[in-house]
């Protein structure tokens, strides 16, 4: 049984580009939340998507956004990428508001 | 908004002896769940314990318990007979209602043989 899968792994881009992140769930969540870990701190977070739609937001940008697919897959979107944005993004999943399973996380460069 | 604190940045065990985090945090809620975290250098993060706070007694799995102390709104996090895999940064993190967490800045834990 598959944990949450997180893609890329690690990734650079240049300030003003866009990226996307994605994350599949562990068999049977039908919860995303992402979470923004920069270095040395503890992850913030950004938001949880349940039914396809964002249920609960935290304190970031609309440059921020994301989507969750019906096969419970998400992925988040950062558009007019600031230095600031470096971190590892971590998703975790849940089913409803269960315990939550973290994946690896993807590393975003920002230079 | 809920806060968590964690005032370590950094603790130091041998091999074998017996660790305390502290962890503080601040609610107004009155039912709520709290966690300890671990992440190891493979960067994924990993569920040592949970206390509900409606329970009174203290959370145990394995070596890993805690001390909560629900009117001072401290959850401290004891580490016996450490071992050198237990290596990582701790995260103590609040759960109200939904399923957001509110994590602490972290601990670095070193285990020293």
């Known amino acids: 049984d598959a944990g949450v899968t997180q893609s890329p792994t690690h990734l650079i881009k240049t300030r003003g580009q866009q990226v996307t992140l994605r994350c599949s769930p562990k068999s049977g969540h039908d919860t995303v939340s992402w979470y923004q870990q920069a270095l040395g701190q503890g992850p913030q977070f950004i938001f949880q998507y349940y039914e396809e739609e964002e249920r609960q937001r935290g304190n970031f940008p609309d440059r921020f956004s994301g989507h969750q697919f019906p096969n419970y897959s998400s992925e988040l979107n950062v558009n007019a990428l600031l230095l600031g944005d470096s971190a590892l993004y971590l998703c975790?999943?849940?089913w409803g508001t269960g315990e939550l399973f973290f994946g690896e996380g993807s590393r975003l460069t920002v230079l | 908004a809920q806060t968590v604190t964690q005032s370590q940045p950094e603790m130091s065990v041998q091999e074998a002896e017996t660790v305390t985090l502290s962890c503080t945090y601040d609610t107004s809620e009155n039912n709520y769940y709290l966690f300890w975290y671990k992440q190891p250098p493979s960067r994924q993060m990993i569920l040592v314990i949970r206390?509900?706070?409606?329970?009174?007694q203290n959370a145990t799995e394995n070596r890993f318990s805690v001390n909560f102390q629900k009117a001072a709104k401290s959850f401290s996090l004891k580490i016996s007979d450490s071992q050198l895999g237990d290596t990582a940064m701790y995260f103590c993190a609040f759960r109200a209602a939904g399923n957001k967490l509110t994590f602490g800045g972290g601990t670095r834990v070193l285990v020293k043989p």
């Open positions: 206390q509900e706070a409606y329970k009174q």
């Open positions: 975790a999943s849940s």
